[in-house]
C-alpha cells in the first residue's frame, strides 16, 4: 500500500473498462471509490465483472452523483468521444482532476475551454493515450538520441482492426459527432505520427471511405512536416489488426510491431542501419496499469503530466485538418 492514494471515479460503463477498472484497483497509489452510469444497473454490472471482490466500491445510476462525490480526487471518463469535452467539464468544474480518454476533445475549441477550466480550479487534466508508458517507445527514442538512425525524415503508422458487429457503435454516427475510424482509433495513428519529429505539421492530406452513416470506415492520409519531413498515416475498420510504426531516418529505420502491446507479451523492436541489424524483445509491461500509477503520481506529487493539453490540442488540430481535407478534396494548411 503506498503512502498516499488518489480516490479515483469511472464516469460510465465503456468496454476499455475492462482494462482501466483493474489498473485502478491494481494501482498502489490509486483507490477506487465509485462507478456511474446512466443506465440502470449499468455500474453494478461492470464492478461485478471486473472487480466483484471491490465490495466497498459504490455503484451509481447517475453521473452528477459522481462528479458532486466528497471523497472522489479524480475522474476517468471513457464516455462516448463527442461526450468527452462536456463532461470533462462538468468534472473539472467540480474541483475533479480528470483522465480523458482518447480523443480528448473534437475540436480545438473545445480543448481550449478544457484547459481554461482546470487552470482556473486548479486540476490536472490529461489525454488517456496509454501506450506512451510502454518502455518499448523509451527504447526507440534512446534509439534515436544515440544517432542509430540519424535524422528522422518519414514516420508511417497503422491502425485497425476489422469491425464486428458488437462495436458497430464505432460507426453508427457522423465524423462530426464522433463517429468512425479517426475519432476511434486514428488519435493513436496521428499521436505516434507526431511523437518522433521536433515541430508540429504544416500541412494535411487525406482521403476516406465513408459509410452510410457519415463515418469513415478506412481512413489514409499524410502530414508534411517541413524540410522534406513527411508522416503517413491510415486506420481502417476494415483491415486485419495492426498497430504499428515505422520511422526512417536518414541512416537507418526503427520498427514497432505492436503499439497496443498485450501486457502478457514481450514486446518487438527491430532496427537497422548501414552498419548492423538488430530484433530487441521488451520485457512484458502492462500500460493501462503504468498510466493510472503515472497519473495518480503526478496528482499526489503535485507534477505536470508529460502529455500535456498542448499536446492534445495538437493532436486534435492535426486531427481536424485531415478531416478538412477529406471533406474538401485538398491539402489543408495548418496554422502554427
Not at 471518463?77 to 480523458?100: F, R, T
Not at 528522422?152 to 454516427?173: E, G, L, N, S
Not at 526512417?248 to 523492436?269: N, S
Amino acid at each position: 500500500m503506498a503512502e498516499k492514494q488518489l480516490r479515483w471515479g469511472i464516469l460510465g460503463a465503456a468496454r476499455v473498462n475492462e482494462k482501466l477498472l483493474p489498473a485502478i484497483v491494481e494501482a498502489a497509489n490509486a483507490e477506487l471509490i465509485a462507478i456511474a452510469s446512466r443506465r440502470p444497473g449499468a455500474a453494478a454490472e461492470v464492478l461485478q465483472k471486473l472487480a466483484p471482490q471491490q465490495t466497498s466500491v459504490e455503484t451509481l445510476d447517475d453521473p452528477e452523483a459522481l462528479l458532486s462525490h466528497p471523497n472522489i480526487d479524480a475522474i476517468y471518463l471513457p464516455m462516448s468521444n463527442e461526450e468527452h469535452a462536456e463532461w470533462a467539464l462538468k468534472a473539472i468544474n467540480h474541483g475533479k482532476h480528470v483522465l480523458i480518454e482518447k480523443p480528448m476533445a473534437l475540436t480545438v475549441a473545445d480543448i481550449d475551454a478544457i484547459e481554461a477550466a482546470a487552470k482556473a480550479n486548479n486540476v490536472t487534466v490529461m489525454e488517456g493515450f496509454m501506450y506512451i508508458f510502454h518502455p518499448q517507445h523509451e527504447y526507440v527514442r534512446q534509439l534515436i538520441n544515440d544517432g542509430k538512425v540519424g535524422d528522422v525524415r518519414t514516420v508511417k503508422t497503422a491502425f485497425a482492426f476489422p469491425m464486428k458487429p458488437a462495436r458497430m457503435y464505432r460507426i453508427d454516427r457522423d465524423i462530426n459527432d464522433g463517429g468512425g475510424a479517426m475519432w476511434d482509433i486514428g488519435p493513436y495513428a496521428i499521436h505516434t505520427a507526431r511523437l518522433w519529429f521536433d515541430n508540429e505539421p504544416v500541412a494535411a492530406m487525406a482521403m476516406a471511405k465513408l459509410n452510410d452513416s457519415g463515418a469513415d470506415v478506412s481512413l489514409s492520409g499524410v502530414f508534411d512536416f517541413a524540410d522534406g519531413k513527411f508522416a503517413h498515416f491510415e486506420m481502417s475498420f476494415e483491415h486485419a489488426r495492426r498497430s504499428e510504426y515505422e520511422i526512417i531516418g536518414t541512416k537507418g529505420g526503427i520498427k514497432c510491431h505492436t503499439v497496443w502491446q498485450p501486457e502478457t507479451e514481450d514486446a518487438t523492436i527491430s532496427w537497422w542501419n548501414e552498419n548492423e541489424e538488430q530484433t530487441v524483445s521488451i520485457p512484458k509491461a502492462n500500460h493501462f496499469n503504468l498510466e493510472i500509477e503515472y497519473f495518480s503520481d503526478c496528482i499526489i506529487e503535485r507534477k505536470a503530466p508529460k502529455l500535456t493539453l498542448a499536446d492534445a490540442r495538437n493532436n486534435c488540430a492535426a486531427i481536424c485538418a485531415a478531416l478538412a481535407s477529406v471533406r474538401e478534396g485538398k491539402k489543408i494548411h495548418l496554422s502554427g
